[in-house]
C-alpha cells in the first residue's frame, strides 16, 4: 500500500517541530474554545521541509489530463488550454462580487451574453441559460422545462418521460426527481432507438423523450427524424442529452434536427475542466415555444447596455447568483479562438481518433455494433476464457495508462467504453492500442499476470465492494 511507502503527517510527528511561526499579538489574546486547542485536537508536529516534502511527493502519485492520456468513455477528458486559466484569472472578472448592480458589471454581463448567443448558433436553439452547475443539472432544469410547458398547457397527465437504453445513466436520476416516471426503450439490432417499441409507447401521457445524440453506444441514430416526429406527434417534446455535441460541432446542430430543449456540458465541448468535484456547468438551450419557462436571470441586450431580466413563465432560479462564471469565461475564450471552422474541425478529429483506435483494436476486442462510430466506441473484454473488463482495466495500469469506462453502457456484455478525444496524437493512440493488444496477448498465455493486476501501483487490486460498503474515511493509527 501506498501508506507503507509514503508516511501519513501523524507518523512523522515529532514533539516541538513546527512548520510556521507566527507574529507576536498586538490584540489581547482570547482562548479557544473548548475542544480546539492543539492538545485536544492531536495535530502532527513536523517541519516546514518535511511538510512540504510531503505533499510534493503525494501530488507527483496524482494521475491528471496534463500528465496522462484519458480514454474514459462519455466523460471526455480532454486538454485544457491554458489560456482559459489567463483569461479566468483576469481581475476584472475575478475581483467582480455577484452582487454588485448591472452597471457595474457590464463586461461580465457582456461576456455571459455572448456566451449565450455563441451556444445558440451552434446548437441552433432560439434560447440558452447558463444557469445550470453540471450536466445533470442542465437535464434536471431542462425535464422541469418540459414540465411547466406542458402544465401551462392542461397537459397534466403527461406523466412518462421516454429514455433509450443507450442513453446517458443520469437521465432516469432527473425523470424521477422531476417527479416523472421513467420509461426504458431498447435499442434495435444497429444499435440505434427501436422505432416500433417508440411508437408503442407514444401516447398522451408522454412528456417527452430524453435521447443521447451521438448515444452512449458512440453512435449517431440513423433515424433521428423519424424519433423526433414520432414523439411530437403524441404531443411529447424531445430533450437532447447535449453531453455528446463536441462529435457533431460545426457539423450538425440538435435545434434543426427538431429538439425541443438540450443541455451542454461545457467541460465536453469545451475544455472547461472536469473532475475534482467541479465546479462545472451545463447550460440549457431551448426552442422558440420554451423560451418563456427558462430560469433567470437571463442577459439581453438594449442598445449598448447588458440588463438582467426574469422571462415571463420562469422555472424560477436553479444556481445562486448567476451560475459558475469562471467556466463560462472558460468556454468563450475556447470557442472565440476556434472560431466556426475550427469548432467543426475539433469533431472531426474527435471521429477521426475513435474510429482510428476502434480500427486498430475491433479484430481483438469484439465491437457489438460495428458500425462507424462518432466521438467514441464501445468494444467488449470477451477476449479470452476467464478473463473480464475489470482485469484488462487494472492491467492497463501496469502499462501507464488509465482505464477506459468499464461496464458502461450496460447493454454490451463487459463493456470496454473508449473515447480519446480530439486532442490525442497518433502517437499516443497507437501506444494505447499497443498496450491493449499486448494485453490480449497476455491474457491467452498467462491470464494470472491480468487477475492480479496492477502490479507497478503502490496500492495492489481493492476489494472494490468492501470499500463501498465499509468505507474508511479517516485515519486510524
Known amino acids: 500500500m501506498w501508506l507503507a511507502e509514503e508516511p501519513l503527517l501523524f507518523e512523522m510527528s515529532s514533539p516541538g517541530r513546527k512548520a510556521f511561526s507566527l507574529p507576536d499579538l498586538d490584540v489581547p489574546e482570547s482562548p479557544l474554545p473548548e475542544g480546539m486547542t492543539r492538545e485536544e485536537v492531536n495535530l502532527p508536529e513536523i517541519s516546514e521541509l518535511e511538510l512540504v516534502r510531503h505533499y510534493v511527493r503525494l501530488s507527483q502519485k496524482n494521475y491528471s489530463v496534463d500528465t496522462h492520456f484519458y480514454p474514459l468513455g462519455s466523460c471526455t477528458m480532454k486538454y485544457n488550454p491554458k489560456v482559459n486559466e489567463v483569461t479566468a484569472g483576469m481581475e476584472g472578472f475575478t475581483r467582480t462580487h455577484p452582487l454588485q448592480p448591472e ?20 446548437s441552433g436553439f432560439a434560447g440558452v441559460t447558463l444557469q445550470p452547475a453540471a450536466g445533470a443539472h442542465g437535464e434536471f432544469t431542462g425535464v422541469l ?87 411530437h406527434a403524441c404531443g411529447g417534446l424531445v430533450y437532447g442529452d447535449g453531453a455528446n455535441l463536441n462529435a457533431l460541432l460545426g457539423v450538425a446542430r440538435p435545434g434543426d434536427l ?98 482510428y483506435l476502434k480500427a486498430r483494436i475491433e479484430k481483438v476486442y469484439p465491437v457489438k455494433y460495428p458500425r462507424t462510430c462518432m466521438h467514441e466506441f464501445v468494444a467488449s473484454g470477451n477476449i479470452a476464457d476467464g478473463i473480464h473488463t475489470m482485469d484488462i482495466a487494472k492491467r492497463l495500469i501496469d502499462y501507464g495508462f488509465h482505464p477506459p469506462t468499464v461496464y458502461f453502457p450496460l447493454i454490451v456484455p463487459e463493456a470496454i467504453m473508449i473515447e480519446p478525444t480530439e486532442t490525442e496524437s497518433k502517437e499516443t493512440l497507437d501506444a494505447f492500442a499497443d498496450a491493449l493488444l499486448k494485453i490480449a496477448e497476455e491474457a491467452r498465455t498467462n491470464p494470472d499476470l491480468l487477475h492480479t493486476a496492477p502490479h507497478t501501483t503502490p496500492v495492489r487490486r481493492l476489494d472494490e465492494v468492501g470499500a463501498a460498503r465499509k468505507p474508511v474515511l479517516c485515519y486510524r493509527g
Open 103 to 122: 452597471w457595474m458589471a457590464q463586461g461580465n454581463l457582456a461576456l455571459m451574453y455572448r456566451l449565450q448567443e455563441a451556444l445558440k448558433e451552434i
Open 145 to 231: 422545462i418540459m414540465r411547466a410547458y406542458h402544465v401551462d398547457r392542461g397537459d397534466t397527465q403527461r406523466k412518462k418521460v421516454l429514455i433509450p437504453n443507450s442513453a446517458h445513466g443520469t437521465n432516469p436520476a432527473s425523470v424521477a426527481m422531476s417527479g416523472f416516471e421513467a420509461v426504458e426503450i431498447p435499442s434495435d439490432a444497429r444499435g440505434n432507438v427501436d422505432l416500433d417499441a417508440l411508437k408503442a409507447a407514444c401516447d398522451e401521457t408522454v412528456v417527452g423523450l430524453m435521447i443521447t445524440n451521438p448515444n452512449t453506444l458512440g453512435l449517431f441514430e440513423e433515424h433521428i427524424k423519424e424519433v423526433v416526429d414520432t414523439v
Open 258 to 355: 427538431g429538439f425541443d430543449v438540450m443541455h451542454f456540458n461545457l467541460h465536453k465541448t469545451f475544455s472547461t475542466p472536469h473532475g475534482g468535484g467541479g465546479p462545472g456547468s451545463g447550460p440549457v438551450g431551448v426552442a422558440e415555444h420554451l423560451l418563456p419557462y427558462l430560469p433567470f436571470p437571463q442577459v439581453v441586450k438594449e442598445g449598448d447596455t447588458y440588463k438582467l431580466v426574469t422571462p415571463e413563465k420562469s422555472i424560477g432560479r436553479m444556481k445562486a447568483f448567476h451560475g459558475n462564471f469562471g467556466m463560462m469565461v472558460r468556454a468563450l475564450t475556447y470557442i472565440l479562438l476556434h472560431g466556426e471552422e475550427d469548432l467543426r474541425q475539433v469533431a472531426i478529429n474527435a471521429v477521426l481518433n475513435a474510429n
